[in-house]
């Protein structure tokens, strides 16, 4: 095995276009290490991204923030304004691990370890945000969304990764949040998530919402439909209803030992009623 650091975003993606064998990029660590202590995957390559400029800052951009590859949970949610601005992803980054974890898990690496079960994609996704992606053919973006084909598998290219996430800006009365089941409170994966984002007017009424889910299909899903149905009410017990029905028809999970197709089906459901009504009332705080 060969351990790469590269100072530069170029010599990053040259040393991976080269490597004919398996090749992993290191940020955080929390994940790789672990399937090679397990045999899961044995790397030619290991490229460690922290010493490429950015890579670990935030930068205010555009009314959003832009956050590198290689910022920390803590990190995050030790940033004076990011939890602030986005509280429904940084109490999903938060999920991530114990506080050993936390000093060394990233967003990117969560995405990238393209698991349905992910507690920042869902989130992410929620908020529209866009991954930006470096390699042979200069710079690309690319929505949240597109990045995990299937578990485990990315739809990175030869020689690319993901340099930083940008969260774009929140218009007025817009608020985030993030929910999961899980058996235990820490150090678990999600048997099922739900992350949602809406704006709303100055009168309370809903007029944007998005709503994603996860360990619910082999990919986090965004449910455009879900949103819709939020859009034009101020989240009446009706309408959540419905919205949370068509959350629960939108899913296509699995049945293991940690929950039936029926059951997280209908917890989706749930999980996605109360994640808006706490978007709700964050939002609603903001126009006090």
């Known amino acids: ?46 490229m460690d991204i922290k010493s490429i400029p950015g890579i670990r800052d935030v930068i205010k951009k555009n009314g959003g923030f832009e956050v590198g590859a290689a910022v ?43 698991s349905p079960a992910a507690d920042t994609v869902p989130a992410l996704l929620a ?21 995990s084909v299937e578990p485990g598998k990315t739809s990175l290219k030869k020689g ?29 994966i999600a048997i099922v998530s739900a992350a949602v984002f809406l704006t709303l007017d100055d009168k309370g009424v809903c007029t944007h919402a998005r709503i994603s889910l996860g360990a619910v299909a082999p990919t986090v899903i965004l449910v455009e439909e879900a949103g819709a149905v939020l859009v034009g009410s101020t989240l009446e017990d009706a309408v959540l209803d419905e919205m949370a029905q068509k959350c629960s028809d939108s899913c296509d999970p699995i049945n293991d030992k940690r929950g039936t197709k029926e059951f997280r089906s209908h917890v989706a459901g749930v999980l996605a009623k109360r994640a808006a009504l706490l978007a709700q009332k964050r939002a609603g705080e903001k126009s006090e």
């Open 160 to 188: 690319e990764f993901i340099k930083s996430i940008f969260i774009p800006p929140r218009p007025d009365f817009s608020a985030d949040a993030y929910l999961r089941f899980t058996p235990r409170s820490e150090m678990d």
């Open 127 to 147: 908020s529209n945000c866009i991954a930006k992606v470096v390699g042979p053919a200069g710079v690309r973006e690319t929505k949240i969304n597109k990045i």
């Open 1 to 46: 095995m060969r351990y790469a650091k590269p100072q530069s975003v170029n010599e990053a993606t040259n040393i991976l276009l080269a490597e004919k064998g398996i090749s992993r990029v290191l940020a955080g660590g929390t994940d790789i290490l672990v399937q090679m202590k397990s045999g899961m995957v044995k790397p030619d390559l290991i």
């Open 72 to 114: 920390s949970g803590y990190e995050f949610n030790n940033h004076p304004e990011l939890k602030i601005f986005a509280p429904g992803i940084a109490e999903a980054f938060d999920l991530i691990g114990s506080t050993q974890i936390q000093g060394r898990c990233t967003m990117v690496g969560n995405l990238c370890n393209a």
